[in-house]
């Protein structure tokens, strides 16, 4: 059974009262994910592919077809506070730009803190503190170099870094990683993907890149699904689609090729 099955997922939006405007941002879409699987999804901007992390993630409704989490029904059967609390730490998102993750009037430490008391974990006694050194030794940051500090006063580097070491903590069985490196220094971007593989590595940790970056797809994915007007117009591993892509919009985006390697590797 794979891990998150996403069968005819479609999202409509509309707005206007008088002369209603419709658009089907995610139009029948059907993927899964399997455990320690790493899935990117690459299209253009308003491709839906955020839209439909929003539905997996279990913040937007779909308007129609099913999204099922470990035989579960996630729109259906988790519908308590604590069940889904208990989803959002299996399911566990790393966004675009880590500063808007962050209370700028604490300190970072609280993303951690957080984290452990999530875990039911007392953040002040020796195991919490334990934990988080470690965490923040995982994503190869010393404690005394950023705990105590502000959002403001780290690197982009470093906050996203951070964010990573939550999930490290709290060991979510998806992460959805939604342009996890767009705001980071091009000689950081490696480093902070062989976070995410790593964890895949060591946890088995299923990791879904949202991403218009087909060079970090090709780089990190087991398998990439192309999501183009609101479907997913090809599938297959890198070298799959290298080879043999069907659509026309998957062939425009391999047009990059030949900077593929060059940008990934280092
Ligand atoms: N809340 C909303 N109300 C109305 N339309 C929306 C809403 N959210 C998204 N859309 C529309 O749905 C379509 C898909 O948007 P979405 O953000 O999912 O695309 P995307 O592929 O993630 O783009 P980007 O890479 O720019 O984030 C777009 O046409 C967008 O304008």
Avoid at 52 to 70: N, Q, V, Y
Avoid at 189 to 206: E, H, N, V, W
Wanted: glycine share 6%; aromatic share 10%.
């Amino acid at each position: 059974m794979p891990l998150l099955s996403v069968e005819n997922l479609t999202k409509v939006f509309e707005s206007g009262i008088v002369r209603r405007r419709r658009i089907v941002a995610v139009d029948n879409v059907t993927f899964n994910i399997n455990e320690g699987e790493i899935v990117s999804l690459v299209g253009e901007s308003g491709s839906g592919k955020t839209t439909t992390a929003k539905m997996i993630l279990r913040i937007l409704p779909p308007t129609s077809g099913k999204i099922i989490f470990e035989g579960k029904d996630i729109w259906r059967d988790i519908r308590k506070f604590d069940e889904v609390k208990n989803y959002w730490r299996e399911v566990h998102a790393v966004f675009q730009d880590p500063y808007a993750s962050y209370n700028p009037f604490y300190p970072i430490d609280r993303v951690l803190k957080q984290a452990l008391k999530l875990l039911n974990i007392d953040p002040n006694t020796s195991e919490g503190k334990s934990l988080i050194n470690e965490a923040l030794s995982y994503v190869g940051l010393q404690p005394g170099e950023v705990l105590g500090k502000y959002p403001h006063q780290l690197s982009g580097g470093q906050r996203q870094r951070i964010m990573i070491a939550r999930c490290w903590l709290l060991k979510p069985k998806l992460v959805l990683a939604d342009e996890p490196v767009s705001m980071v220094d091009a000689s950081l971007r490696g480093a902070i993907i062989d976070l995410f593989i790593r964890m895949r590595d060591y946890y088995k940790t299923s990791v879904m890149f949202i991403t218009h970056d087909l060079g970090l797809a090709y780089y990190a994915s087991d398998r990439i699904l192309v999501m183009y007007r609101g479907k997913i117009v090809d599938e297959g591993t890198p070298d799959e689609l290298l080879k043999s892509p069907k659509h026309e919009y998957t062939k425009q985006l391999l047009e990059s090729v030949p900077t593929l390697y060059r940008r990934w590797t280092f």
